[in-house]
């Protein structure tokens, strides 16, 4: 039974690619990918159930294994890759009518997807740090043809930057991953990369070598969670990806990647005192918001700021790793999981925008709630919730981060991030509101787009910001998976 | 085998894994480029095999056979059919840095790779483990050919020198991380690589160039 | 059983339940049921906070709310009190709603939000925990927002206003939270009692910071100098009845919080907060006042208003502190229920004022003084109402804002025994401004009144303006019920001033009493509006009668108006708004600093002959100028270089990331 | 302002001692009791008039002793005292300057024109006489009429 | 309230109720003299006030109630104001309206009401005046308060009684810097707020110059003389706050038949002696144009400021 609910994750979105590679794209499978993802976040309900009522599990010879971490961070893929694959149909609908995709690259957009999923549910299964690695260039590899699928010339572009970032950043982890082998191989012989044994044996591991491995582990794993200084590939993939993959690699696939940081942060927390780490991701923290802000500032395309957004919160997740303890972390997971919701909604949304109006220029799209009111109010609130506004659940897990940062002393560092978050926040405003508010334009085009969206469309949005506001009024049957998360990272039982 | 042998078949490997990726900075012909490359992957074979020949250990050498493969073989192969497919830009003619500053350049970067290993080398001093720095250089000059070289096909290199440095580190220090970690970690590469050489063919069919430094479509 | 408690419980229930009623129930049946949702919620509240107000102190904590924070409420005196003036204004704006939004205000969305937005303005002084206070804050924030953006399809500058509103309402929102949570991480969790408990052993230097940080964020919420931008721009815009709810009931929060963080969490502090607080209400005051004597946009004036009266708040608030660190509890009391009764009356008569603004703009269209006039033959019950809260908006008798600032005063004089050096000069300062505050009110609410109401309509639209429908009326006749009382009999309100005053100060007795005659306790003072009012009265109807009996008995004539004989005079002889102010406006030219543009057009056929001349005056935020301008250039120039960042080149990318790596190792080297 | 002070002192009283009251009082301006307020018309004059109306109300013939005062508005007045032959352009105005008077009220017509046009009698922009347009109760005869019959008309109305 | 309040406040209703116009009489004659006129006599106001009140009202066509209210409530600000200050008793008919702050509010309530009168009729001139008297008295406000304040704060209270008692129990006060610069600015004041030169030509004929007159064109009859009478009050009123608050003595401090007698005396000798004083001066001043008023009145805003934190720091115990 364990075995199976551990597995599925993985096999199910595999079984599905398969089904697309046989079956290609029609209306019958149109389906499956919704389907599998559904199973996926069934399945990641029912391990959290187990973890936690029991302990962590362990399958096929010790290369997976599931503890309140691994279970959230499913229910986080699970959960956000429904949303998207849900809305998936339509958009590929959309788009053949347009003539912009045919059915073959449908059915292969589909299958890369599922296989996608099931890199990244593999990547926080895996029990064992060089799995991980595996599993999340692996999960590099699949989505380059998902980024440059339209294969337009920035498209292409978008794709090579994206590959060539990631893997040359995802190479340094490699490194740190070796180094840190040499490191535990010589301590604690047999540990080798196994989270559990490097965790509880991590107290003996050589500083020197571990410094090293550290930096490069977070700096390599922070490429692709789209930390500075490697984060450049992020906006242009995200604004060329199609809208449902680009809500699936901001949604999760960054924090997947930055669930490898929170893993490796234990161990050098534990080899190197709290120092070490926390210095070294409040900088680059500190230094994705001031880049984000930056370049948000004067930003004129509306899924790039959708994208330096996402670099904004993976600072801010990054910050609350910095922290440490309870709150922080439980903060962390609960913004992962937010962010994630209301990310995707928004790329949804961003999917729809571009479909309707043909342009991902911000100064192009006007009087959008007058033209689309659901799609616009859901961009809109979307968007107020990324800036962190209540009932959203953002809210609530930043304040969490900035409490438990000042509460830890690092309150300048706070204080200037929560200055930078001000900045962030009026420019996303500004940009937003230029696009969503206003009399409809009544110039060539205007009404070239029905009015209403498709049902299934405009109720993945609804349900991601209900879900989202939901979490943030109250975790509840999450809140034990939270804690004991926590308590697994914050080392105090 | 003795250790002196050991010891200098290893530096002899090592020696020639750097002078390598140095050579790879050197040289602007791709083509050559590429054989230097293949070179470096069968010195890379080469210091496995000399491990695993020294610790006697079957599993190793297999590895070592398989590295053999891969990075003398596959890749360089894949490589190669990029390349053909390239047409007239066969030359890195004006690298980002040039040559001179780029050789000074790996001068320094060699140091730094030095300095960084000491901590590996306390760890554990062996004949192995100092050469650790070799592995660690070719990290950084394989970096730094990403950052300089304008053609896809360097950049690709770039890549993958970093990569036989990972490569080296890692069985320099350890005999390996266990084999299904090696096996995904030479599939990710592969695919990878299989991936970057497909981007480059469409990037040259949308382009008509592979100069990166001219892909700046997506900006702000 | 705690009728705090179910108040509470109610309203929120009321709330939530009304906002989900606008959600499903189809456009023509909406508004009724929630108006009468919001008046509920208004009604809850009031309960609460009166059932508070007279002793009853409740606190409940729910910890399965708010992720990783649980809420926590509790009442006393001092929420109490803003409790009942937040509900007080809703059950006034939401009858009045019923009847306003009928004109396109009725979409689901801005239904929705109105009685969340009240709910979220009764739960924030209900707030005892800094977690809870800050997500109320923000759902207040958003509510709000949601609700300033209604009518963004009928104009461009909603958005505009939209936008300044979000900014400065969030850094408002990110200086408060830096402000509590340096608090926080000096206590030992984060609820009000902890705090209360941490903060008297605190480093003055943290207190200053906290102080500091939470008087901007909430000076910026009560549009107090120089965080007032977003206000003269989002209360005209907004709705009129979400502007009155805003006005109202809104900045009074920025109040409240500085009050419970600087009396009631900090206990008091230095004299230099206090100075601090006071000298920024007195500029607010005049600056406020000056605007508005200078708006010709009718609702901009009222907004403008609003920050003059903040003010004036403030300075009572920062007398009561400064009176409060000399250890002058009676004086700190006085200015402390001056300051607490004028929240009082300027959320009655601000209330009033805007919902007649929103019934003219709803009858005529507009709301530019200069384009109206003459409303008063077909709107009377507006312009009675208006009236009415002009008469109290400019401090005269008997109008409510003369009550509370001649309680000000009142604080201000007796300040002599306190003083020091710095309370020397700053009580002279403060009591011009307030002065000054007092002439310029007057002047400004003449000309809105006058000019809007009386003379004779300046455009088509103004002419044929009727009345709005009755519910619009019920909402301001409610009001103007409020004013009026709060006018002749303020004892009502008193004993509720009182016991919020002496909570927040600690001190043993209420400092004001009274039934008809108010009367100072501890020392001289006392005025009696009833009595002032019935002298009045009494006077008039004696005069009314001498002047009968003595003079003759001639017959009123009605005769034409003295045109000098000669034709009959238009519209456009009569004096606008503009105009009127336009002596005030040189007076302070200096200040005000008005822009004006000359654009003479010539004849084609000779540069000599002049076609048209066209002048056009603005009159502009001088500190906007002076302030936001440039912090907004920088930050435009940011942008704008920081766009070098992405360029688009890989190889840029790549080497961020490569000299990064080799940096840290080298640092990694060196530090060893 | 000290000479001004002594050019005051040397001045001193520069009114004409008053003469004796006029015998005829107005019945009907018993009303006024003292005081009346005077709006002055110019209906076409040739100003000759208004010159001397200007030496009337000045310190010598001191016209404000009697009660007679100039004032801005129609409305405050109790009379008007018309100028000038009345013009074509004027009449009209005329017209209405005596409707906004408040009753009650009397017209003093000042100089031979204000009575019969004078010397601009059947002139095309003349439309007549001041009782032409407006009842009128005091004439003052004169081209123009001295001070001191202005006067005398003028303590006509107020009696004293 | 007390029975020498409720004397007084009865005295001091008919005091200014019917010696006010003869005030204004007394006024003109000074100024007709000095001119070297023969002056209509010192009762000649009241025999317009009679005039006035006997002749018919008129309303504008197109005005409001305001129009018509505006003038009675005029008058009975006044008149409230002129039962309740101390004028010739320190005790008030209704003490706690006989505070500093009332009597002024009300005193500015009824300049409103006429200004919007003025707005109400819907005339440049009615408009005009409005504007000019608005801008006057906002500024005349502060320094009216501030003067106020300066005198109060020595004596912590604004109730006018207090002060007068006060001064009368230290007579050496009123020679305080204090005092002085107080009493200079609100003389200031005063010729402002009651129309008087160099603010405004209480006989001017020239609508370009006129500001009180320019509100009040429309006006006739027996309305035009309750306003004419409430300037008349107003003017009264303001003397003798000025003479009572600096010189109080003679007001009558017991309910005795002869101090009230001498508090009369004291007063109507007060006033008649300051509005001497003010129109003797006037005959040496010309009209400042309307925009160097402003100028006027912040050197008295100066003067009052001054002399408040004079009281403070006067009153420090160095």
Known sequence: MTHLLLLAPVVVPALGAVIYALAGWRRATAWVSAASAALVLATAIATSAAVVNDDPHTVLAGLLRVDALSAFMLVVIGAIAFLATAATPDHLRTEIIAGRASSRTAARHCLLVQLFLAAMALAVLAANLGMLWVAVEATTIVTAFLVGQRRTRPAVEAAWKYVVICSAGIALALLGTFLLNYASQHTAPGAGLNWAELAASAHTLDPGVTRIAVVLLIVGFGTKAGLAPLHAWLPDAHSQAPAPVSALMSGVLLSVAFYAILRVKVIADAALGTGFARTLLVVIALASLALSASLLLAQRDYKRMLAYSSIEHMGLLALGAAVGGRLAIAAVLLHILGHGLAKSVLFLGSGHILQITGTSRIDQVRGLAARQPVLAGCFGLGVLALIGLPPFSLFASELGIARAGFTAGLGWAMAAALVLVLVIAAALVTHTSRMVLGAAPDGPGAATASPRMNVIAGAALVVGLLACAAIGVTTGPLHPLLSLAADLLAGTP | ?220 | MNLVHAGLGAAVAVGVLSALLALITPRRLRLVPVGVGTVLVGAFGVLAGAVAVAGQAYSVEIPALLPLFGVSFAVDALSGLFLVVTGGVAIAVAVYGIGYARHGLDGRGVQAVLPLFVLAMLLVPAAASVGTFLVCWELMALTSLVLVLAEHQQRDTVAVAGRWYAVMTHLGMVAILIGLLVLVAHSADDSFPALRAAATNLSPVVANVVFVLTLVGFTSKAGILPLHAWLPRAHPEAPSHVSALMSAAMVNLGIYGIARVGFDLLGGGPRWWWLLVLVLGALSAVYGILQAAMSSDLKRLLGNSTTENMGLVLVGVGAAGLFASAGDDVLAGVALSAALLHVINHAAFKTLLFLSAGSVLHATGSRDLDALGGLRAGMPVTTWGFGLGALAASALPPGTAFVSEWLLLQALIHGLPASGAATAIVMPVAVAAVALTAGLAVATFVKAFGVGFLARPRSSAAANATESPVSMLAGMGLAAVACVTLALVPSVVLPAVGSASTMTLGTAQPAVSGQVTLQLNGVAGALSPLLLTVALLVVSVVLVGAVRLIAARRARRTARLWDCGAGPLSPRMEYTATSFAEPLQRVFDDVVQPEQDIDVTHHQESSYLVQAVEYRQRVPDRLERRLYEPVLRLITAWGSVARRLATGSVHRYLGYGFYTVCGLLILLVVIR | MLSLWRKIRRTGRVAEPAPSQPSEELSVAAELGGSVQIRHVDAGSCNGCEVEIGSAFGPVYDAERYGARLVASPRHADALLVTGPVTRNMAEPLRRTYEALPEPKFVVAVGDCARNCGVFAEAYGVTGAVRDVVPVDVEIAGCPPRPEEIVEGLRKLTGR | MNALGVIGGVLQFVLVVAGSPFLVGVMRQVRARLEGRAGAGIGQPWRDLRKLLRKESITPRGTSEVFRIAPLVLVATTVVVAIVAPFVTTASAVDSVADLFAVVALLALGTVALALAGLDTGTAFGGMGASREMTIIALVEPTLLVSIFALSVRVGSTNLGAIVTSTLQDPARVISPVSLLAAVALVVVIIAETGRLPVDNPSTHLELTMVHEAMILEYAGRDLGLVEWASAMRLTAFLGLLANLFVPWGIATAATPVALLAGVAAFVIKVVLLGVLLSAGEVFLAKLRLFRVPELLAGSFLLSLLAVTASFFLAQPH
């Open chain 2, 1 to 220: 085998m003795s250790h002196d042998l050991y010891v200098q078949l290893l530096d002899l490997a090592c020696g020639v894994l750097l002078l390598t990726a140095v050579l790879v900075l050197w040289r602007r012909e791709l083509a050559v480029i590429i054989r230097v490359f293949a070179l470096q992957g069968l010195a890379l074979a080469a210091l496995v095999a000399v491990l695993a020949a020294h610790e006697g250990s079957i599993e190793l050498g297999a590895v070592a056979v398989g590295i053999l493969v891969l990075r003398a073989g596959v890749l360089p192969a894949l490589l190669r059919r990029a390349l053909a497919a390239a047409g007239e830009e066969r030359r890195e003619t004006r690298p980002l840095v040039n040559v001179a500053s780029s050789l000074l350049a790996a001068a320094v970067l060699t140091l730094l790779g030095y300095a960084v290993s000491q901590p590996l080398v306390a760890l554990a001093p062996s004949p192995a483990t100092q050469a650790v720095a070799v592995g660690m250089t070719v990290v950084l000059i394989g970096f730094f050919v990403l950052v300089t070289r304008r053609r896809a096909l360097s950049q690709l290199v770039g890549f993958l020198l970093m990569d036989n440095g990972i490569t080296a580190v890692g069985f320099l220090t350890t005999s390996g991380v266990g084999l299904v970690v090696e096996l995904g970690v030479s599939l990710d590469v592969l695919l990878a690589v299989l991936v970057l050489q497909i981007l480059t063919t469409r990037m040259r069919a949308t382009f008509g160039d592979t100069d990166l430094d001219e892909l700046r479509e997506l900006h702000d």
